[in-house]
């Protein structure tokens, strides 16, 4: 049982129609020589609005919340319009991307791995089952960031659970669809 009064304004838990894509969810990965990291794409449906409000108040939670950090050595603190913010349309940014279409965007990841479980909660533990193009839900942190000039609010990913399978993402067709053929009829004979 949760107790509601202990919310934290910067956690979320996204809808079950959230899709997961780039899901660097086994084995971190580096980018450009960084720290190697865990890491997913959450495909938050437009439709989707509890999660997007969610979102948008825990950005806003964020900002304040690191408004020293956001100031740094500066006079004050940015507007939250001026800064790097993680809630992304995928309209706008990744137009030719059908996966993304009437959807916001946001990517999380973490230096730990999340804990993966299905939709009844147990662990997965066949990495098979966990995809870019599945639908599920993510626990994720929403925290303030000033580093070498760059200021805004990042996504720090938790948890997730797997929902559902989805079409997997990526172009990459699966074995059993590649050789599934009628030139397998004549094989044998």
Not at 87 to 104: K, Q
């Given at each position: 049982?949760?107790?509601?009064?202990?919310?934290?304004?910067?956690?979320v838990?996204?809808?079950?129609?959230?899709?997961?894509?780039?899901?660097?969810?086994?084995?971190?990965?580096?980018?450009a020589?960084?720290?190697?990291?865990?890491?997913?794409?959450?495909?938050?449906?437009?439709?989707?609005?509890?999660?997007v409000?969610?979102?948008?108040?825990?950005?806003?939670?964020?900002?304040h919340?690191?408004?020293?950090?956001?100031?740094?050595?500066?006079?004050?603190?940015?507007?939250?319009s001026?800064i790097?913010?993680?809630?992304?349309?995928?309209?706008?940014?990744?137009?030719?991307?059908?996966?993304?279409?009437?959807?916001?965007?946001?990517?999380?990841?973490?230096?730990?791995?999340?804990?993966?479980?299905?939709?009844?909660?147990?662990?997965?533990?066949?990495?098979?089952?966990?995809?870019?193009?599945?639908?599920?839900?993510?626990s994720?942190?929403?925290?303030?960031?000033?580093?070498?000039?760059?200021?805004?609010?990042?996504?720090?990913?938790?948890?997730?659970?797997?929902?559902?399978?989805?079409?997997?993402?990526?172009?990459?067709?699966?074995?059993e669809?590649d050789?599934?053929?009628?030139?397998?009829?004549?094989f044998?004979?």
């Amino acid at each position: 049982m949760s107790n509601k009064s202990n919310v934290n304004p910067l956690k979320v838990i996204t809808g079950p129609n959230t899709r997961w894509s780039y899901a660097n969810c086994w084995e971190p990965k580096s980018i450009a020589g960084s720290t190697p990291k865990y890491s997913v794409s959450l495909i938050i449906p437009k439709s989707d609005t509890a999660t997007v409000a969610k979102i948008k108040a825990a950005i806003e939670a964020a900002y304040h919340e690191g408004e020293v950090k956001l100031k740094g050595n500066g006079k004050s603190v940015p507007p939250l319009s001026t800064i790097k913010t993680p809630l992304r349309d995928g309209d706008v940014e990744r137009p030719d991307d059908p996966a993304y279409a009437n959807a916001y965007f946001i990517n999380a990841n973490s230096a730990t791995a999340p804990g993966i479980v299905d939709a009844d909660r147990n662990p997965i533990l066949n990495r098979s089952e966990v995809y870019s193009g599945v639908y599920g839900r993510a626990s994720v942190n929403f925290y303030a960031f000033n580093s070498n000039g760059n200021r805004g609010i990042a996504v720090s990913l938790n948890n997730l659970q797997k929902i559902r399978d989805g079409e997997p993402l990526g172009g990459k067709s699966s074995a059993e669809d590649d050789f599934d053929t009628e030139d397998d009829v004549d094989f044998l004979a």
